[in-house]
């Protein structure tokens, strides 16, 4: 922060501060020391976190940290921080859902009044982004004076610009950059018992693995380690713009934990309806919709981070349900394998054909061992044959690779007790090209079309990833688009194309036109 902006910073905080004090004074209602126990008590309780968040920072303040009633979320999620002391929470809250306000401000002061936060720590992307959250705690609890007059004076010592500021009930508020030091963080005897990773993922940063990896080890190590015996709540406000970043490498590090909580806010739902529907009309949801493309919509408002294909488009993926009941044309299954576990992916496509548009029904995609594909080949072959179902499986192989592969299909199939060894498949023809051809054409012209049951699987989204990032000269992974591409090119070819792509080829025999000389 340069001298020029803390110089703003300071004179907008002191402002700020200002007519908080003014402003919040003149909303003081009379009452008598009984009724003010009685409201406080009844404040304190975690099931009323809305109404204690309304009552000091929300409508009908002055100068309000919110333009609406708190959401039916921001009480369910605080309840589920305040029942678990060590819970680990990513709330993946679409822009604009009050996450940071009530992280830092509401939550904070909430469990401080509920003696549950005696070191609070906000950590953001550095320390400049720190201190300003720290700002906004810092003012209300040293000059709204609605807060004031039922807990009494806050702030003792310590200033947000300078990261640190105590209160007069010995809690210590502290603000760190990400790229600070965590360890040895401590007052006395309080270690911290109260962690907010705010707004701290960058898709620019996710693009080096190793500096998100030392960033996830920070938080869940370094941080982790550093949590008080009896109490540790790390609370993650950030919506979920990138994939593989921060927020992926933390879930992935607590996911097992009975601690973990993962918060998923989006602006609506499939209707239009608002999540926040206190605060946000079906046409509001429209209108933000609106005001950004369809790329940015998504990450930013509904926890979908797509790039923009700059070949396969995200709106060329289209859900359908499929009845069980469909009598095929035929099914395809198409198996790109890899030779080690850490390489590229294991992917294989079902799909299914039917009156010459193709539907993909199944899906795997993963890097893992040779077995575990296999077994699970087998398990989806033994479940199609139960309903009726034949399909004709293959893989792709040259012919030395045919010949290791061959042994290990053979043995899985007598492992698996079910005689069905996918044949060799290999093509020649550039591979780029290849795939670039083929699912643009089925994709763009709505021939292809995807079993809505798959949408949520961690398969799908590994296979989705591949086709909307696949471009030729990239190091992306392309296993599941060059087997999807196999799958549909090979099914076209035995079962047919849609009567709309090709014209009739039937043979005309006519009378010879003579020529009169």
């Not at 079906?282 to 990450?299: A, C, E, G, L």
Request: proline share 3%.
């Amino acid at each position: 922060m340069t001298a020029t902006e803390f110089k703003t910073a300071l004179e907008n905080f002191k402002l700020k501060s200002k007519m908080i004090k003014e402003l919040t004074f003149n909303s003081i209602v009379a009452e008598t020391s009984e009724q003010q126990e009685e409201r406080i008590k009844f404040l304190l309780k975690p099931e009323n976190y809305t109404k204690f968040f309304d009552y000091y920072f929300g409508v009908g303040v002055s100068l309000s940290l919110a333009d609406a009633p708190c959401a039916d979320f921001h009480q369910s999620s605080y309840e589920r921080i305040f029942d678990d002391p060590f819970v680990v929470q990513l709330r993946k809250w679409y822009r604009g859902s009050a996450k940071s306000i009530h992280t830092n401000v509401g939550n904070i002061c909430h469990l401080k009044e509920n003696n549950e936060v005696y070191f609070g720590l906000l950590v953001g992307r550095n320390q400049d982004f720190a201190n300003l959250l720290l700002s906004d705690l810092q003012t209300h609890l040293q000059y709204n004076e609605k807060y004031i007059k039922d807990f009494g004076m806050q702030v003792n010592y310590g200033n947000w610009s300078d990261g640190e500021f105590q209160t007069n009930d010995g809690r210590i508020f502290k603000g760190l950059g990400l790229n600070q030091p965590f360890r040895g963080l401590r007052l006395g005897a309080h270690r911290i018992d109260f962690a907010s990773i705010d707004d701290c993922e960058d898709r620019k940063q996710a693009k080096n693995q190793i500096l998100i990896q030392e960033n996830t080890e920070k938080v869940t190590g370094d941080l982790g380690k550093a949590f008080h015996l009896r109490r540790g709540r790390m609370v993650v406000p950030n919506n979920y713009i990138v994939k593989n970043g921060l927020i992926d490498g933390i879930k992935e590090a607590y996911k097992n934990s009975i601690h973990f909580d993962e918060s998923i806010v989006n602006l609506s739902d499939e209707k239009g309806n608002p999540s926040w529907h206190q605060r946000l009309s079906k046409q509001d949801v429209i209108t933000i919709n609106k005001k950004t493309d369809y790329y940015t919509s998504q990450r930013e408002d509904y926890n979908n981070p797509i790039e923009k294909g700059k070949l396969f488009k995200a709106e060329w993926l289209k859900y359908v349900d499929v009845p069980t009941e469909t009598i095929w044309d035929g099914v395809i299954a198409h198996w790109d394998l890899s030779y080690t576990r850490n390489g590229d992916f294991k992917a294989c496509a079902v799909v299914g054909f039917k009156a010459g548009k193709a539907y993909i029904l199944d899906v795997f995609c993963r890097q893992c061992d040779l077995p575990e594909a296999m077994e699970w080949h087998y398990a989806k072959m033994r479940e199609y044959a139960m309903k009726g179902v034949s399909i004709l499986s293959f893989y792709d192989a040259t012919v030395s690779q045919a010949a290791i592969f061959q042994t290990a299909w053979l043995s899985a199939a007598e492992r698996e007790r079910f005689a069905s060894v996918p044949l060799p498949n290999h093509q020649n023809s550039d591979k780029h090209i290849r795939i670039e051809a083929t699912l643009t054409d089925v994709f763009f012209n709505k021939l292809l079309a995807i079993k809505k049951e798959l949408k949520d699987t961690s398969d799908w989204e590994t296979a989705q990833e591949q086709i909307l990032s696949f471009e030729k000269g990239t190091k992306a992974h392309d296993d599941f688009p060059d087997t999807l591409e196999n799958a549909v090119r090979l099914g076209r070819t035995y079962f047919g194309y849609s009567d709309n792509q090709s014209t009739s080829s039937k043979p005309m025999i006519g009378k010879k036109k003579r020529r009169r000389i």
